[in-house]
């Protein structure tokens, strides 16, 4: 008689990710809460961005949503200052310090083909500032 076996052989990568060299960079200038950009993201898995806003007056609460997943940072981010969510870390600074734990919410993901970020803040807020989005498109 034969030998019969078997086995399960489990394959992991460490990153399943592929992500472009070419980073995009988008500038919007923020006047108002409630207001969005459209971005572009021509890989098939989500991108993660990293936002930053810099801003003119003083900003309370400055939240960043893709629609279903919204951060918001429960602070005020003065004239000059500069406020980062970084997505791919999951950290959040403020002028280069970590301000993460003053945050509440889910880092918006930018998904496959065209997403929408909605820049959002407290009403007592000046509504200011100068945003920059870099982001990566990533396939599976």
């Given at each position: 008689k034969g030998l019969t076996g078997s086995f399960a052989l489990k394959l992991e990568a460490q990153d399943p990710f592929e992500e472009s060299t070419d980073e995009h960079l988008a500038n919007w200038t923020v006047q108002a809460s409630g207001e969005s950009v459209s971005l572009s993201n021509a890989g098939t898995a989500a991108a993660l961005p990293v936002i930053s806003l810099t801003a003119s007056g003083a900003v309370i609460?400055?939240?960043?949503?893709?629609?279903?997943r919204s951060i918001v940072y429960n602070?005020?981010?003065q004239d000059g200052q500069a406020l980062t969510f970084d997505a791919a870390s999951q950290?959040?600074?403020?002028?280069?310090?970590?301000?993460?734990?003053?945050?509440?919410?889910?880092?918006?993901?930018?998904?496959?083909?065209?997403?929408?970020?909605?820049?959002a803040d407290d009403e007592a807020s000046s509504h200011a500032g100068v945003v920059e989005?870099?982001?990566r498109d990533r396939w599976w």
């Open positions: 609460s400055p939240a960043f949503s893709d629609g279903p602070g005020i981010v950290r959040v600074t403020l002028d280069g310090v970590d301000v993460t734990p003053h945050t509440r919410g889910l880092f918006p993901l930018l998904l496959s083909g065209e997403s929408t970020l909605t820049y989005i870099r982001y």
